[in-house]
């Protein structure tokens, strides 16, 4: 990737999506599962392949990829679009079948994150951890603030800090 394409690809997601707020679950999901996977690895790598994850986890449908089956899991194991590590495929899996569970008691993923809003940082971590695979301090930590949940995406300077706050994500209640 030329240095030009790489700037346009940070510069993308800087200005058009972390921090946002995020409010459809399938998408809520796509992100949970792209942090999960940078976990070891540059937030680049992944955003390389995002439409390879997009496509080798059917779009993000929490439903869809709760139904996956042993066959579906080599098939993501072997898909060369994603990063084939056993522990984040399993992690996605599992972590859609908790979604279900999270919809079906609080209506969607976003209910329950809203009904455990607002907590600390560390708060975050070990409901996550009790509820989800894969998810340490840092890929809670990005999750949260990159769809809205916990301040720091961006510098109180940055330009796109403003766009951010007139969407008022959940942190902005937390000052």
């Not at 080798?56 to 990063?83: C, H, M, P």
């Not at 908790?98 to 969607?108: A, D, H, R």
């Not at 009904?115 to 949260?144: A, D, S, Y």
Request: hydrophobic share 35%; net charge neutral; glycine share 6%.
């Amino acid at each position: 990737m030329q240095p030009e394409e790489r700037r346009l690809l940070h510069k993308n997601y800087h200005d058009k999506h972390y921090g946002f707020p995020i409010h459809d679950d399938n998408e809520l999901f796509g992100r949970l599962i792209m942090e999960i996977n940078q976990a070891g690895l540059s937030w680049e790598t992944i955003l390389k392949k995002e439409a390879g994850f997009r496509n080798a986890y059917s779009n993000f449908d929490i439903q869809k990829v709760a139904a996956y089956t042993e066959n579906d899991r080599e098939r993501l194991l072997n898909d060369a679009g994603i990063i084939r590590n056993r522990l984040k495929v399993n992690a996605a899996i599992e972590n859609a079948n908790s979604i279900v569970k999270l919809q079906e008691e609080y209506g969607s993923f976003e209910k329950w994150l809203e009904h455990h809003h607002p907590k600390t940082k560390e708060e975050w971590v070990k409901l996550f951890k009790k509820t989800f695979r894969f998810t340490g301090g840092e890929i809670v930590n990005e999750f949260l603030m990159s769809i809205g949940y916990l301040q720091g995406a961006h510098s109180p300077d940055c330009r796109i800090q403003e766009e951010i706050a007139k969407l008022q994500p959940k942190w902005i209640g937390n000052r």
